[in-house]
């Protein structure tokens, strides 16, 4: 049974610090072995945020997020974690993580990713 569990989150003033955990089982993971961050804010669309891969290594951020947040991974349990500091108003959202990226998928299309997690409020107040 695949499972996908988010924990973490929550809500903190501007300029203040939160990690998200994802732990990932329960399946064959494709060759890149990735897992990942999506966010979604009200009336937005869906935002790659961060994706970290063990097949070559590679780690990926958005744009939005890059100097702020650190993705990072523990391979033996198949967890990883996100680490957000410097949180601002903007980085408000439900924040999603993602597992196991179709061969030749881009990180930052959540349409490629086979598996969900359920799914974190983060809330940044000015």
């Known amino acids: 049974q695949v499972q996908v569990v988010q924990s973490g989150g929550g809500s903190v003033q501007a300029g203040g610090s939160l990690k998200l955990s994802c732990a990932a089982s329960?399946?064959?993971?494709?060759?890149?072995?990735?897992i990942g961050w999506f966010r979604q804010a009200l009336e937005k669309a869906r935002e790659a945020v961060a994706v970290?891969?063990?097949?070559?290594?590679?780690?990926y951020y958005g744009d939005s997020v890059k100097g702020r947040f650190t993705i990072s991974r523990d391979n033996a349990k198949n967890t990883v974690y996100l680490q957000m500091d410097s949180l601002t108003p903007e980085d408000t959202a439900m924040y999603y993580c993602?597992?196991?990226?179709?061969?030749?998928?881009?990180?930052?299309?959540?349409?490629?990713?086979?598996?969900w997690g359920q799914g974190t409020q983060v809330t940044v107040s000015p």
């Open positions: 993602a597992a196991d990226l179709d061969d030749g998928g881009r990180w930052n299309n959540g349409a490629d990713f086979r598996f």
């Open positions: 329960g399946y064959v993971s494709r060759s890149s072995n990735c």
């Open positions: 970290i891969c063990t097949g070559d290594g590679t780690m």
